[in-house]
């Protein structure tokens, strides 16, 4: 049995595994550059930002209908159940969809028919976090929030990624301050390859209540102090940091010297059927390279409860720490 944790970092197409990205590619008739599973598996193990990219929006592809979606989300939650995963909250990019053509209700109301089965067949409760692609104009943004107008019950907040440096948090204040009026939560990327001043903008700018990566916080120690102050978590992706050369090796990782700065730090899997594991893999990766102890890893799975958005359901938060707390190594 897994420790029970929850999951706060997650795109879900950063879930497609090779397999069932040929399954929905002859269902959809949509042809691959790869002929076998193999062979795309091993296209999965790029070597930097560029080509993860380009693969990444080429199998995008394979995703056209409600059903797909369904499937792809299915598939991720089963998975997640296997390691300990009792809450996610799932990143979408509609841009990457609406983009080719496939409307933002089905992609939302796809992953939603995934959702609503979740907590009976996997064991896990979920929201949606509806995530602007960054390296697109602050306009795009608008026009998506505006489109997901329709489907807003089913979106708990706003997020930020893709290519983060060039494109600052401060690009998108007008969006979030709309977001915030609909009474979405907010979170975005920044600091994984950015710069500290973008954590700073995340939180000033866009009123972030949690910063996805952070990673880089720890070159400015005022921004530490104000992070661990607020208590702001930031949602760590120690795998993804690796395979997209944020740090070189896994050993290197400033995880356990933000735990002992005081932060409130969350271990997270990003994309998983890209980076390499799903967040009970990364558990065990970062338990093995830094000699994380048992109460740190309590401690990191106590974190991921405390930073969930369950404000309107504390008891459910309650009822999460205490396994927590109850789970026997
Ligand atoms: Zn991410």
Redesign the pocket.
């Known amino acids: 049995m897994h420790l029970p944790k929850a999951e706060l970092?997650l795109?879900i197409e950063g879930t497609l595994e090779p397999e069932l990205a040929f399954e929905l590619a002859a269902r959809n008739a949509v042809v691959l550059p790869y002929s076998t599973t193999e062979e795309l598996r091993r296209a999965y193990l790029f070597d930097d930002l560029q080509s993860f990219l380009d693969l990444y929006y080429a199998l995008m592809a394979v995703l056209r209908t409600e059903d797909d979606f369904d499937r792809l989300a299915d598939a991720y939650l089963a998975r997640a159940a296997a390691q300990g995963v009792r809450h996610a909250e799932i990143?979408f990019d509609p841009q990457a969809h609406t983009a080719r053509g496939v409307d933002i209700g089905t992609v939302v109301e796809g992953l939603a028919r995934a959702l609503d089965r979740s907590e009976e067949r996997h064991g896990i409760s979920t929201q949606l976090i509806m995530c602007f692609l960054r390296d697109r104009s602050a306009e795009s943004a608008l026009a998506t929030l505006e489109a997901a107008g329709p489907y807003l019950h089913r979106i708990a907040g706003v997020g930020l990624?893709s290519a983060e440096v060039g494109h600052p948090p401060s690009k998108f204040r007008e969006v979030y301050e709309a977001a915030a009026a609909l009474g979405l939560r907010k979170v975005a990327?920044a600091g994984?390859e950015g710069p500290p001043a973008y954590i700073w903008e995340a939180l000033d700018v866009l009123g972030v209540e949690r910063v996805?990566?952070g990673l880089r916080s720890m070159e400015d120690p005022e921004l530490v102090k104000r992070l661990v102050r607020d208590r702001v978590p930031l949602t760590l992706?120690p795998l993804?940091n690796v395979r997209l050369r944020a740090i070189d090796v896994l050993e290197d990782h400033p995880l356990r010297q933000m735990m002992e700065a005081g932060l409130l730090v969350t271990v997270n899997s990003?994309?998983p059927a890209y980076f390499g594991g799903y967040v009970g893999d990364t558990f065990h990766a970062v338990r093995e390279a830094l000699g994380l102890g048992q109460e740190q890893l309590r401690e990191l799975a106590r974190n991921s409860f405390r930073a969930a958005f369950l404000d309107h359901d504390e008891e459910r938060r309650a009822a999460y720490l205490a396994e927590v707390d109850a789970y026997v190594f």
């Open positions: 970092h795109h990143f990624d990327h994984e996805d990566h992706c993804s990003d994309d």
